[in-house]
């Protein structure tokens, strides 16, 4: 596939890092902090919706000042201009906003305590309202077991069901319950690395999967915790693991792709209290405090599906830059403050402040995979397309874009607009084959007539391509390299002839 030089807009390409040089006000090279924060009125009520003004953001203990402020509900952005025939937008009413997975950790947890856990989890279901943006996974030896699973990247979502899964959920539930107690180990005696490797293979491969998904993302995780024992070693190397700073770094990437998690501990009726017990514990706390969730005692599933689904009907991404001598690989610690009496703000407690050297552009390529992979568009940033045949070459398709400028970042300076963005094509075969282009670097330039005109209608954009017979859809993918943040739209690829 090639890229048309002509935009309806002129954008110069050029090249950039993944850190930010004079972002944050003329301090010197920093990076965004992004923190995905939920709002809740007083006892208990909905919070009331939220300006800029309103949120407070302290950096130990220093006021910051907030350069990205967006509410996470799809329902109150709407396209800049009317839907043309054959044009599609990732704002369409009905689009996920939020999406919850709820990992059912047998894996960790004891053969005594599955039992108890499996009637929490099922009472919960029976109680959740929204099931559609609900889903369901057990973790195993073997990996995950789908029990209401999210759908496949380029799949539809599947329309509203009349009866929500959640109320036929125990069959499958208990068949693969069944199955790993015929086939695995008790989950005793599996070896603490295969047990950590497991699990982190599993948290991975959901941090994919969600990454693209518009809006909050909570991921209910029912565990009793991995193993931290001091003095393993890894099985081939034999050398000592330290599996703290690996599960740091993974709390961080699950962070920076928008996932809060809530761990619900699954040590049945009788909390235990061992030193290594309790040291699992204060890692899955340490978890919940990096990305936004909290932690759950007694193996209390229903409050945690309760408060993640509660958060995420009103939540907003809030983004700083810190000072540039803050990436020091330590741990900082955040408090969030609202104005408006009664509400209360929950978001990351804390963050690692990893050296800029060491991200280069890890935050651009992890949410660029994500969103390759996602089963669902990213409405982040409000996209409108259009895929149509080629009037001149029938063999080749016209892609029309017109991207949502209120939801990109651009920087005054000089009295004009700038912005960083990447432009990728992902397409998707008819056989599940899915290629991604290289993202195109591009550099927005406007003018403050330009940027004024470009707030009410949009940025245009697009390219003539030749895609291959199979090419079913192509997913057109804009991650802006200032405030991190991505859209991504789906386009069918119809009424046009191969292409090559």
């Not at 709820?102 to 009472?123: K, P, V």
């Not at 993640?308 to 690989?329: F, H, I, K, M, T």
Request: glycine share 12%.
């Amino acid at each position: 596939m090639r890229r048309s030089a002509a935009l309806w807009i002129a954008l110069a390409a050029a090249g950039y890092a993944g850190a930010k040089q004079d972002a944050g006000g003329g301090q010197g090279l920093t990076r965004m902090v992004r923190l995905n924060v939920a709002a809740e009125g007083a006892h208990g009520k909905a919070a009331p919706a939220l300006e800029q003004g309103d949120v407070q953001v302290l950096d130990a203990g220093k006021a910051q000042k907030i350069v990205l402020f967006r509410s996470n509900a799809t329902r109150q952005r709407k396209p800049d201009a009317p839907l043309a025939p054959g044009e599609v937008t990732n704002l369409e009413a009905g689009m996920p906003s939020q999406v919850t997975v709820i990992l059912f950790d047998l894996l960790n947890t004891r053969l005594e305590a599955q039992g108890y856990m499996r009637g929490q989890l099922l009472a919960a279901l029976k109680k959740v309202e929204g099931a559609d943006s609900v889903y369901l996974y057990v973790l195993t030896l073997s990996g995950l077991v789908p029990i209401q699973p999210l759908p496949e990247p380029g799949e539809d979502a599947p329309p509203h069901a009349a009866v929500p899964w959640t109320s036929q959920a125990q069959p499958k539930l208990d068949a693969a319950m069944q199955s790993v107690s015929r086939l695995g180990p008790r989950s005793d005696n599996v070896l603490p690395w295969d047990r950590f490797n497991g699990t982190y293979t599993a948290l991975q491969t959901m941090m994919m999967r969600l990454s693209g998904v518009s809006g909050r993302k909570n991921l209910v995780w029912i565990t009793r915790g991995v193993p931290l024992e001091y003095g393993q070693r890894h099985p081939e190397s034999g050398m000592p693991v330290d599996y703290e700073p690996i599960l740091r770094q993974l709390s961080a990437a699950l962070d920076e792709s928008g996932v809060a998690v809530y761990p619900v501990e699954s040590f049945g009726p009788m909390r235990e209290t061992s030193g290594s017990m309790m040291e699992e514990v204060q890692t899955l706390e340490e978890m919940a405090g990096l990305t936004g969730g909290a932690t759950y005692e007694g193996g209390d599933v229903s409050s945690a599906l309760r408060d993640a689904l509660a958060a995420s009907r009103s939540s907003y991404v809030v983004g700083y830059y810190p000072p540039p001598e803050n990436w020091d690989g330590k741990l900082h610690k955040i408090r969030l403050k609202c104005s408006i009496k009664g509400v209360k703000l929950q978001g990351k407690t804390q963050y690692v402040a990893y050296p800029l050297e060491a991200s280069g552009g890890a935050a651009e390529a992890t949410t660029m995979r994500a969103a390759v992979r996602s089963p669902f568009d990213d409405s982040e940033i409000g996209l409108q397309g259009l895929a149509a045949p080629d009037a001149k070459d029938p063999a080749k398709t016209q892609i029309r874009l017109r991207i949502r400028t209120q939801d990109l970042m651009l920087l005054e300076g000089g009295g004009r607009y700038h912005g960083e963005i990447a432009l990728t094509y992902v397409t998707y075969g008819a056989g599940g084959q899915v290629l991604p282009s290289r993202p195109v670097p591009v550099t927005i330039d406007l003018s403050a007539a330009q940027e004024q005109a470009a707030m009410k209608s949009g940025i245009l954009t697009g390219g003539d391509i030749a895609f291959g017979a199979d090419v079913r859809k192509v997913r057109v993918i804009v991650f802006d390299n200032y405030s991190d943040a991505v859209g991504s739209v789906t386009l069918p690829l119809g009424g046009r002839k191969a292409g090559g």
